[in-house]
């Protein structure tokens, strides 16, 4: 592993840039003497001009000392000779806080991103960025960046963000300061020409000071890795929450299987983050929100029950919170809100004229000094998470109360109390709670999401990386190829343990009719046709010979208008497969995330439906049954199959042949489409293949 000392906890830092006040340089000097740096700090500027007090030096060569690490904040056309100076004086770290590179996206900005990645991988000198605006560490008072923020003194915590985008620090930051925790570290890594985020992952695993990990990202540059990286944090008792940004999916359509086309990127990454265990948010706050909440409850124990308790001083809001805690697929402690005995008759006997349920009313109980004698009452019976939509009460005492109620609850259990109040607290009553490790929400989604992060940390998460990796021993085989026929699709699959209907090859009408065994399928397998049913190019349940005749002249009329030589296409014949249910099964690969299994309702409804499965490969039989038994397709399969588990064990059959292809051809796989995969009685058939190649 990289060792990082030199970057996060630096003795001499040199930065290189303008010595004038404002300008960027000057703001780093600034921002780590606001932060109370304990080392050396060399300004190098074209004067030699001292910044804050310290003195200042024209080049690296002048410094009494070799630095650590060195911030670069210069123009990007004069990086590369900076970055040389630096590698020649034995700097070990360089930040590179200018931009003009290859997020440009132009040839000079490629270039000279070009040009520094070979200087670092030359002589050994490490890269942040380019395009980043610095590394800030709160536990060891390194503020080594240019924004505002990094001036600014944020508590320090026990959680670590690595970030693809600078900007959020302050967001986060501040967020995390609202909550009641604080940030350890914040690394916008930038453009990743040299040290990438799952470099800086790896090092928060093992840094003492992090307890849990938040990742802003764009995209991942090895979806293998980062499987290995969770698995290890997870181990480590550190959980990841992680936001996902650019969750486009333009660019899938241009695909030519049905399982791509059903993936995408979004999906792909929803469903990598989720087999890793790691909590996916979609906004800023969650991302704080969730990090802070994990921060809160780290180390406390596990909570037996994960019900919720909803705690509430106005009936409306109750309702809310239970509606949106339904709607995420959370259960309410008690039976339909009804405690069950002895709480029951406990709370029975505390005198209020009201039936005391979940939600539970502070209006009902009158007097709110009860709330702690109903949560002691109900704490045997449900230990879970607790949601309070609250506003300020009509006498201050009242709001002391429930802050009262709410900490002896948060000391006695290990899962986490949240407040919701839209409107805000009071401040004295915000910081007591917040002071208590209570966070109080002001938004419902950020609330709810937040929470959800605490159940995606406690979620098991099935040993789903198998111990033999993919050998890809057949590369060479099918590399280049492109879209492979129907019967070339079909033998490597059969091959690979997938039950595939018979085909035979007809040349003609006539052969087709001597050699049918009534009803068949007739199909033309035309050179570049993916998807031949949508050109008319498969004909089934054919149950004499006049519509074996029609379908084949009309499949020849159909080519022939459509300019393709018939020499050029292979009819094929199948037998009628009949079935209850038709599903898709297949493989889609996403750039550097790897390739991922898709499953779902299929036949000519599959994009239609769009409704699939997509978990990454490799995964083990144990995890990929699970996964198949939540998917609704899973579900309707149970429900309806005449023999649900023996058909379920097929499916995992099929689907672990497809991950045999996966292996014994690797990267040269683009997707693999098996639509439709019938369900017909006790057995399992696909009846239609398709395999693209790289």
Not at 13 to 31: D, E, L, Q, T, W
Not at 110 to 138: C, K, Y
Not at 185 to 214: C, Q, S, W, Y
Not at 501 to 526: D, G, M, N, W
Request: aromatic letters at 4%; hydrophobic letters at 50%.
């Amino acid at each position: 592993m990289i060792d990082f000392a030199p970057l996060f906890t630096p003795h001499r830092i040199a930065v290189v840039g303008s010595a004038s006040p404002g300008k960027h340089a000057y703001m780093v000097v600034r921002n780590l003497t606001a932060w109370g740096y304990a080392g050396e700090i060399y300004p190098i500027n074209r004067e030699g001009a001292a910044v804050e007090g310290h003195r200042g030096y024209r080049t690296l060569a002048e410094l009494p000392a070799v630095p650590d690490c060195a911030m670069l904040v210069v123009p990007a056309a004069n990086c590369a000779e900076v970055i040389e100076e630096c590698a020649a004086a034995g700097v070990q770290f360089a930040v590179i806080g200018a931009s003009g590179f290859a997020e440009l996206q132009t040839p000079a900005g490629i270039a000279r991103q070009r040009a520094i990645e070979a200087i670092a991988h030359a002589s050994g000198l490490r890269l942040v960025g380019p395009n980043t605006n610095g590394i800030f560490n709160a536990t060891d008072r390194v503020s080594l960046g240019y924004n505002t923020a990094h001036g600014e003194r944020f508590p320090a915590g026990d959680v670590s963000i690595v970030s693809h985008s600078g900007a959020l620090f302050d967001g986060i930051a501040r967020r995390l300061a609202q909550i009641g925790t604080g940030l350890s570290k914040f690394v916008p890594v930038g453009n990743e020409a040299d040290l990438t985020m799952l470099d800086f992952v790896e090092f928060l695993i093992a840094d003492p000071a992090t307890r849990v990990i938040g990742l802003v990202v764009e995209g991942l540059g090895d979806g293998a890795r980062f499987r290995r990286l969770a698995a290890r944090a997870a181990a480590a008792g550190k959980p990841i929450v992680a936001l996902k940004i650019g969750r486009s999916d333009v660019g899938a359509s241009a695909t030519l299987a049905h399982s791509s086309r059903l993936a995408g990127a979004t999906r792909a990454y929803d469903a990598l983050l989720r087999e890793c265990g790691v909590a996916s948010v979609t906004t800023v706050e969650a991302l704080a929100g969730g990090c802070g909440l994990l921060s809160l409850v780290h180390g406390a124990g596990r909570a037996r029950d994960e019900t919720v308790i909803v705690v509430t001083s106005s009936g409306a809001g109750g309702a809310l919170v239970a509606d949106v805690a339904t709607e995420r697929g959370l259960r309410l402690a008690g039976d339909g809100g009804e405690w069950a005995e002895p709480a029951a008759g406990a709370l029975a006997a505390l005198g209020v004229p009201a039936r005391i349920r979940n939600p539970i009313d502070l209006g009902t109980l009158g007097d709110w000094t009860l709330l702690g004698n109903v949560l002691r009452e109900t704490q045997a019976q449900s230990d879970g998470p607790m949601v309070v939509y609250a506003h300020n009460a009509p006498r201050a005492k009242l709001g002391h109360q429930l802050v009262a109620a709410l900490l002896e609850r948060r000391a006695n259990v290990a899962s986490p109390v949240l407040v919701l109040s839209p409107g805000g607290l009071l401040p004295e009553i915000e910081a007591a709670l917040v002071a208590g490790g209570v966070p109080v929400f002001h938004d419902t989604a950020a609330c709810f999401d937040s929470l959800m992060c605490y159940y995606a940390a406690r979620r098991a998460v099935p040993d789903s990386i198998p111990h033999a990796l993919p050998s890809h021993a057949g590369n060479g085989r099918l590399a280049g190829r492109g879209m492979l026929t129907e019967l070339e699709s079909a033998a490597i699959l059969r091959a690979a343990g997938m039950p595939v209907v018979a085909s035979i090859t007809v040349a003609s009408s006539a052969e087709a009719e001597a050699q049918a065994r009534y009803p068949v399928v007739l199909k033309a397998l035309a050179p570049g046709v993916a998807h031949k049913h949508a050109a008319g190019l498969v004909a089934a349940g054919l149950a004499h010979g006049a519509a074996l005749r029609a379908a084949f002249s009309g499949m020849e009329e159909r080519l022939a208008g459509a300019g393709v030589a018939r020499k050029a296409v292979a009819f094929i014949m199948q037998p009628m497969v009949p079935g209850e249910l038709e599903l898709i099964a297949g493989v889609s690969w996403e750039a550097t995330l790897g390739h991922f299994l898709v499953f779902g309702f299929g036949g000519v409804h599959a994009e239609l439906l769009d409704d699939v499965l997509l978990v990454p490969i490799p995964i083990g039989r144990a995890a990929l049954r699970a996964r198949v038994r939540e998917s609704r397709a899973g579900r309707l399969l149970a429900a309806t199959a005449a023999e649900p588990a023996a058909i379920l064990e097929r499916l995992l059959d099929a689907l672990d042949a497809l991950q045999r292809v996966v292996a014994e051809h690797g990267d040269a796989i683009a997707s693999i489409d098996v639509n439709p995969l019938i369900v017909s009685g006790p057995d399992l058939v696909a009846v239609d293949a398709l395999v693209v190649t790289r």
